[in-house]
């Protein structure tokens, strides 16, 4: 029927006033929010500018002209953890989705890849990425193998991020595999799709779609993780910044790399956010509740 | 409608419904009164889930008013949890929880919306059981019941906490053929206690059999509406004419 779009001249009395209590609620819940977000802030700020050791603490934290100077060299620091990022990035993507699916396989011949995939998985699970980073960082190299020449400290960073991360992803993957009912996996199978056409066109994309916001939750955890690769020596933002405390004697460059971390998160936080409310648009029905 | 009615249970005036730019309930009027069963039939599409939805306040209607016992429940003053516990809802999908036996889906809305302490919760629900015949499988969790044992037990889930209006929404249409017999039984067994009834149904027989009043709604509108007997052995409406027949020959087939 064309006539079916909704002409809002014809409510009726009753209609137009519970939208319009509706709408005065709106407003003073808005109002309230605002109240009372101003007023605390203004409470921290006072509490924090009235502490007796603040003077000192701006000095040696919130100094702008170490900032101004250090905030250049930082950020190329950063540039740096970004290819970090990106790259373990999409090898942790790769190999934990690997490792899921080698877990899920149901054959007694995988048995020994099943049981060393947990082994695996328990081990990077269990070790502190700190110690990881030592182990693959001074390890690799100690090995003298000749053939691979010296390998920059970044890219045995990236190693170690991607062995500790790919444990943690791999579980996400294998919990939304498993998270796919069973019916989805009878109906392909009763298609005469076989296991790995049935996994590969039913089942991951129903998974990937129920881990997105773990897997971008376990994403902003890596990137301010690919700080750490400092450690080995590699000159990225928290090195960078170590380097301008020792100068400056002051510690307001920690803070400068603080910031642009943040600043980095942000977009994918909220990203995060927009990818499950909209995948709970999209699957349920749920009415105003 | 018949000579004596009791008092009025729900009075439906004017709904309007639109899901964006779609009019999906165009201005709908219904009454039901104590102990009576009114039935909703119409084809798929035709707003019976949507009102039965909206009489629940489960989504917001875009105009008219709703009547609970003379209390406007449309109006957003109204406290809609409180509401909600006075109106059961019957879905076509059963929706018990996957996580608990069917005694405890009983007893979870007996313990923590009417606040009976463990025992006596546990007890009432037994009693609900035995009387659909499923005392012994109340530590069982709904998978593993059939859809008929799992829609009665959807059916005592709501009619635990003593409903003043259950809404059922086409209970029947996910069972089994030889399932439904059991659910409908169920519902008459209901009304002969006394629960009033508004159900969405695709039952034709049991409509004429078992309902007081019955509605045929089409493209969001109600296309005609009378006593049972009256409504189905003489339908006046083309459109009423035609889905009656549609729906028999379909049974016929079957």
New interface residues.
Partial sequence: ?SN???LPV???E??RN?RA??KS?KQRSTLVALVSTLGFAVIAWLSLVNSPGWDRVQQSFFDWNTFTTALPLVLDGLLLNLRVLFFSAIGVLIFGLLLALLRTLRSPIFTPIRLLVRGYVDLFRGLPLIIVLYLVGFGIPGLRLEFLGRIPAEVLGTIALILTYSAYVAEVFRAGIEAVHPSQRLAARSLGLTYSQSMRLVVLPQALRKVAPPLMNDFVSLQKDVGLISVLGAVDAVRAAQIQVAHFANFTPYIVAGLLFVLLAIPTVRLADYFTTRLAKREQAG??? | MSLDLGPMILNVK?LKK?FE???VLKGIDLEVYRGQIVALIGSSGSGKSTLL?CIN????I????IFLNDEDI????VNQDLIRRQIGLVFQAYNLFAHLSILENITLALKHVQGLDSETAKAKAFGLLERIGLADKADSYPDKLSGGQQQRTAIMRAVALEPKLLLLDEVTSALDPELVGEVLELIRDLKAGGTSILMATHELTFARDVADWVVFLD?GVIIEEGPAKEFFNNPQNPRTIEFLTRLRRRAGDA
Avoid: H, T, W, Y
């Fill in positions: 029927m079916d779009k909704a014809e409510l009726s009753i209609e519970r209590f509706r609620r009415g105003v509740l | 004017n639109e730019e779609r009019s939805r306040l489960l989504e917001e875009s105009d008219g008013q449309s109006d957003p003053r493209g």
